[in-house]
């Protein structure tokens, strides 16, 4: 299994980033696949999750209407689009994949977001 994300970098406030995630040597289209953000000295936090088929999202109250979970299961990525960033969005991203039938439990490398005037 392989989660790979890219798009990370440094923007100012106000500023938009896209997030993606490269899945492989998995079933791609069978699981949940969501991202998570760590910030320097906090605790990991969930941030969006789309579902299998891509047909529910759902997202932190932080980054309602600001931010977009999307998939493609033919590429086999996800992705996060990120609008109207702010500093406190400043933290390592991290795509996790999940199939809660078997238990399966995936995550990525993560890539650095900072947002800095």
């Known amino acids: 299994v392989q989660l790979v994300e890219s798009g990370g970098g440094s923007v100012q406030p106000g500023g938009s980033l896209r997030l993606s995630c490269t899945a492989s040597r998995f079933t791609f289209s069978n699981y949940v696949m969501s991202w998570y953000r760590q910030a320097p000295g906090k605790e990991r936090e969930f941030v969006a999750h789309i579902t299998s088929g891509g047909g529910t999202t759902n997202y932190a109250d932080s980054v309602k209407g600001r931010f977009t979970i999307s998939r493609d299961n033919v590429k086999n990525m996800v992705y996060l689009q990120m609008n109207s960033l702010k500093p406190e969005d400043t933290a390592v991203y991290y795509c996790?994949?999940?199939?809660?039938?078997?238990?399966?439990?995936?995550w990525g490398q993560g890539t650095q977001v900072t947002v800095s005037s």
């Open positions: 996790r994949a999940q199939l809660f039938i078997k238990g399966f439990d995936y």
